[in-house]
């Protein structure tokens, strides 16, 4: 239970010894600096075909709070995220070009997330993540991704309604700003899918028709659509 970094040793040596404990809980981890890297030089990638992702993880938790999300529950109420000398280094000892970054919110601290992007320009990769919509106006941040070689980005809209967003506690969405956040990635050649959840109290049937026409008018290449559901422990199932 928890983070896997302070207990995955322990659990691993009473396994080979024949004691494991029925539970092995681990608290959260004050800072993710000094995490160790995995022993990419124990695998054979010719086992693995010619086309490789690897997956890294620069940051745990969100620093937004909407009310349907279990990110907190999991991954500890604070952002927390590794230093981008740390990070770069991974990247090289991973020997791979294609990379996903597998966290819920890639540009949670602006400055580090920028910093991270300045190191990944000399090591010539390409990326993929997940961000707040917020970030795809800020062309400072845009411009730096592209230079960095950013290939896609998944985004949680959740709603083209901005008395839902309100609802939802989905406060870095502007829904009268989603063209221009749309328009902001294409214009730089950057993939991108979307994000939405139906069924929230106050939504009648024309969200359907009316998320449609935003898709359509804006040549939206892939869109996921989920059910809201209130997972137990977040404010939405309180």
Not at 106 to 118: Q, S
Not at 159 to 182: P, Q
């Amino acid at each position: 239970i928890g983070e896997a970094e302070p207990i995955w040793g322990r659990m691993l040596a009473d396994a080979a010894a024949g004691r494991l404990d029925r539970i092995y809980r681990a608290a959260p981890l004050e800072t993710l600096a000094g995490l160790p890297f995995p022993r990419y030089d124990l695998l054979d990638m010719r086992r693995y075909g010619p086309f490789r992702t690897f997956t890294l993880q620069s940051s745990r938790g969100c620093p937004f709070q909407c009310d349907f999300c279990s990110e907190r529950l999991y991954l500890g109420g604070r952002y927390r995220w590794r230093p981008a000398a740390e990070m770069a280094e991974e990247i090289r000892r991973c020997g791979g070009r294609n990379l996903f970054f597998g966290e819920s919110n890639f540009g949670g601290n602006k400055p580090r997330a920028l910093e991270l992007m300045e190191a990944m320009i000399p090591l010539k990769v390409r990326w993929s993540t997940l961000w707040s919509s917020h970030l795809c106006l800020d062309a400072e941040f845009l411009d730096l991704a592209v230079r960095s070689g950013v290939l896609h980005v998944n985004i949680g809209i959740e709603s083209i309604d901005a008395t839902t967003l309100t609802a939802m506690r989905k406060t870095a969405n502007k829904a009268n700003r989603y063209d221009e956040m749309v328009a902001n990635l294409r214009r730089r050649g950057i993939s991108f899918s979307l994000n939405f959840i139906f069924g929230r109290d106050g939504e009648n049937p024309t969200v359907f028709d009316a998320t449609l026409e935003f898709l359509e008018r804006n040549k939206v290449p892939a869109a996921y659509f989920n059910i809201l559901t209130p997972t137990k422990g977040t404010a939405l199932y309180e």
